[in-house]
């Protein structure tokens, strides 16, 4: 039995946070502890409380008088764009053949693959990312790597292989048949083995031709427990090609409708241009809009409008989208989402932001058992927070009067320094290996 009492300031949410001063959603404890034992959430409560729930030879890793949260949740990015984060000048179109189209042959090469992979995941626990949703290349050998990667850590992933089939180079491009048969083979392979879950991952429609829809759609049919990811209405001039490829969809949106692929297992990258109809649909069949903010902002794409969304209770996450997002860390992405909302007179509040991360993410995933709260039976999949790891920080937190405009703070200012610890079901990850092992004392 391996068993640890992890102590701090424990905040972990319930629901979403409805107003500023919503003090039901979520549940924060002061003088707080999470016990945990094989890897999952035994139960947490007030330290004193918890202490005597275990024995008492526990290791104790005290975090005092930092933030526990539960790990954060990033649903969209892509690990073959690691190393091209930052590639200048263009937009969605032009950025993906001038350097993204390049980037991604190199994973035909499996080394390559497996040396990115690792990088990519050590990236995300660096930032206090424990669960990511990922396209990997066309190349199978790209999907073995990042599973093998997150295996290897111990992490819940989420993946699959991209399905091209048109509009990229050849060497990029599968074929339906070809698509068809190396996504099935991956899903034997990985789906539900350890922590890991496949995504059906046509790329969009503008790479792939009818016939190779038709064979997502018979991928979605016959595996309802993976998941489907792609991408939707990012740029105007993505949205003018891509319907004139289906010239008998309605829009967009109808496009992925007609080849079955909405469900609420369906999540659809950016979602920015949306008409009512679209967005109303998304509502009704429970596939989820994702938001993200720095690749938005990056690409010059546009601005997500969260409020049409929740006006017909349609369901959206937060997501770095790596490489067009700037960065693999979800404080600074939301702190992109809060003005992108912000310039169109919307509010995200300190603890919404936090929820989405965490809870909200997890929702979306349908993975709230498991991950995104700190509850009895989860996986222990923790994040601890310093709230003065920068200077300028800790000159502004001598200021602060409130939790949430300590939330505030680590979100407007914070960073990869941020993050004191990352542990991944029950096991520290940052410090593990080095001389300045996460402290433990009584
Ligand atoms: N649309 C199709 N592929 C991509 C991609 O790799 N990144 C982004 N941001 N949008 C896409
Ligand atoms: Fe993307």
């Not at 994973?107 to 995941?121: G, I, L, N, S």
């Not at 048109?166 to 789906?191: F, M, S, V």
């Amino acid at each position: 039995m391996n068993e640890v009492l992890i102590r701090g300031r424990v905040l972990t949410f319930l629901a979403e946070p409805q107003g500023i001063d919503d003090t039901t959603s979520y549940r924060y404890i002061e003088d707080g502890a999470v016990y945990v034992r094989d890897g999952k959430i035994v139960d947490i409560g007030a330290y004193g409380d918890i202490r005597k729930l275990a024995d008492a030879g526990i290791r104790i890793a005290d975090h005092r008088p930092n933030l526990i949260l539960p790990g954060f949740i990033d649903t969209h990015l892509h690990f073959p764009q690691t190393q091209v984060i930052a590639s200048y000048g263009a937009q969605l179109l032009e950025w993906l053949n001038t350097y993204i189209f390049v980037e991604e042959q190199k994973f035909a090469r499996a080394a390559h693959a497996a040396e990115v992979a690792d990088r990519f995941m050590d990236e995300l626990l660096s930032n206090g990312t424990t669960t990511a949703v990922a396209y990997c290349s066309v190349h199978p050998e790209s999907v073995d790597a990042y599973f093998a990667a997150a295996e290897a850590r111990g992490m819940c992933m989420i993946g699959g292989k991209v399905m091209m089939d048109r509009n990229a180079p050849d060497a990029l491009c599968d074929t339906p048949q070809r698509g068809y048969d190396e996504t099935k083979r991956l899903i034997a392979k990985w789906h539900g083995r350890g922590r890991a879950h496949y995504a059906v991952s046509p790329r969009f429609a503008i790479t792939s031709t009818p016939e190779q829809m038709e064979m997502s759609k018979a991928l979605v049919a016959e595996h309802p427990d993976c998941y489907v990811q792609t991408h939707l209405s990012e740029n105007r001039d993505e949205i003018a090609f891509a319907t004139s490829l289906y010239p008998e969809a309605k829009d967009y949106t109808d496009i992925y409708a007609r080849y079955g692929l909405l469900n609420d297992r369906m999540l659809l990258g950016h979602c920015i241009h949306m008409s009512e109809r679209e967005v109303a649909v998304l509502a009704e069949t429970g596939a989820v809009g994702v938001f993200c903010p720095t690749s938005n902002l990056f690409l010059g794409s546009g601005l997500f409008n969260a409020a049409q969304f929740d006006k017909v209770g349609a369901r959206w996450s937060v997501a770095t989208d790596v490489g067009a997002g700037t960065s693999f860390s979800m404080l600074e992405t939301m702190d992109e989402a809060y003005k992108v909302l912000h310039l169109q007179g919307q509010r995200l509040t300190p603890f919404n932001s936090f929820y989405r991360m965490t809870r909200g993410n997890a929702l979306a995933l349908g993975l709230e058992k498991q991950i995104g709260s700190l509850q009895a039976g989860a996986d222990a999949d923790i994040v601890v927070l310093d709230s003065r790891a920068k200077s300028a920080m800790e000159f502004r937190m001598r200021t602060a009067t409130s939790l949430a405009e300590e939330l505030f703070i680590l979100q407007t200012m914070g960073d990869d320094r941020c993050i004191a610890e990352v542990y991944v079901a029950g096991r520290a990850m940052k410090t593990k290996g080095k001389k300045t092992d996460t402290i433990v004392r009584e």
